[in-house]
């Protein structure tokens, strides 16, 4: 009963805490059939292996002791397969630091790049601001 109405109470949001998603959860759907037994066929054969098997049952002659004293119970699962539901992390540590490595690298190599690119601009530079100088000068 207490099972019951602490379900109720956190369906209904009426709880104080806020509780984290249980790791596993187990239902199980439940559906009832019921059915006369047993036929008119097969309630001799029923009695004679009931006193057969249990001297103790000799008042069970007739359909209504049968009704009145047995009962066939079949329990079984109506489906043999189940639903899975797993939660992993997307991103992990070890994603996360070969991510940052890669981007570091990247930007890197960028800068290394751009700084002899930037060296080679001002030798260029220097060399044509030197060269037309020399050039000026001996006109």
Sequence with gaps: MC????YYFH????LACKCP???????????????????DSYLN??????RAVNPKTKNIN???AVSENLVSLEVF?????YEKIEERPEYDAIKLVSDIGGTLGLYVGLSLITLF???EFLYNLMKAA????RFSRSQ
């Design 130 to 133: 030197f060269g037309r100088e």
């Design 3 to 6: 099972k019951q109405l602490m």
């Design 45 to 50: 054969k029923l009695v004679r292996t009931i």
């Design 117 to 119: 690119e930037g060296l």
């Design 11 to 14: 369906r209904e949001d009426l």
């Design 62 to 64: 007739d359909k209504t």
């Design 21 to 39: 998603q249980s790791c596993t959860v187990t239902e199980y759907s439940t559906r009832l059939s019921t059915a006369l037994w047993p036929s």
């Design 77 to 81: 699962f109506e489906e043999i397969n």
